[in-house]
T-cell receptor, first 113, second 114 residues
Framework: DADVTQTPRNRITKTGKRIMLECSQT?????MYWYRQDPGLGLRLIYY???????NKGEISDGYSVSRQAQAKFSLSLESAIPNQTALYFC????????????FGPGTRLTVL | AQTVTQSQPEMSVQEAETVTLSCTYD???????LFWYKQPPSRQMILVIR??????QNATENRFSVNFQKAAKSFSLKISDSQLGDAAMYFC???????????FGKGTKLTVNP
């Protein structure tokens, strides 16, 4: 089984809808991250969490919210989706130090019409 | 804010040849980490190699090696004996000198020609 799973893998939705992307990990890591990838822009950090009680905004948090339900689960929500949130979304986890490898999930392709 | 620049949107290489992907970064910190990630068509992000800035020795991982020039803030990736499976997007990334967050470049698409 994969160490980091994301659901759904693909989603098409309409403007104004609420969307939740879920991430689960079996690595036992404390640190979890949400990134967004757009063509030609690389990956940009949306939110990150160093433990269950620690949530931090990243570079592009506007329009997004997160929930760390447990050490192994970190969800990303779009309260009212808009077309420019169409992107590939990645969840990642790492150990106690950044030098530890960040393990990425398979990504969620989100399309907002 | 720290930036990471990959000046080559696309590169190509013949199978079995060597290719170098460029990356420059901007930081005021003296200690930081640098990474190269590979994203094949499957879109999975895979760590290729990492370098700790305080280490002068360039990191190597099998056919992958880096040329780390701290004064020039340059961190290039060399792929030797290129294989068809090396075809992918390659992203350079850096932390912000202790912020525990990664900043990624925009990526270089590598094509390997048979």
């Amino acid at each position: 089984d994969a160490d980091v799973t994301q659901t759904p893998r693909n989603r098409i939705t309409k403007t104004g809808k609420r969307i939740m992307l879920e991430c689960s990990q079996t690595k036992g890591h404390d640190r979890m991250y949400w990134y967004r990838q757009d063509p030609g822009l690389g990956l940009r950090l949306i939110y990150y969490s160093f433990d269950v009680k620690d949530i931090n905004k990243g570079e592009i948090s506007d329009g997004y919210s997160v929930s760390r339900q447990a050490q192994a689960k970190f969800s990303l929500s779009l309260e009212s989706a808009i077309p420019n949130q169409t992107a590939l979304y990645f969840c990642a986890t790492s150990g106690s130090s950044l030098i530890d490898t960040q393990y990425f999930g398979p990504g969620t392709r989100l399309t907002v019409l | 804010a720290q930036t990471v620049t990959q000046s080559q949107p696309e590169m190509s290489v013949q199978e079995a040849e060597t290719v170098t992907l460029s990356c420059t970064y901007d930081t005021s910190e003296s200690d930081y980490y640098l990474f190269w990630y590979k994203q094949p068509p499957s879109r999975q992000m895979i760590l290729v190699i990492r370098q700790e800035a305080y280490k002068q020795q360039n990191a190597t991982e099998n056919r992958f090696s880096v040329n780390f020039q701290k004064a020039a803030k340059s961190f290039s990736l060399k792929i030797s004996d290129s294989q068809l499976g090396d075809a992918a997007m390659y992203f350079c990334a850096s932390d912000q000198g202790g912020s525990e967050k990664l900043v990624f470049g925009k990526g270089t698409k590598l094509t390997v020609n048979p």
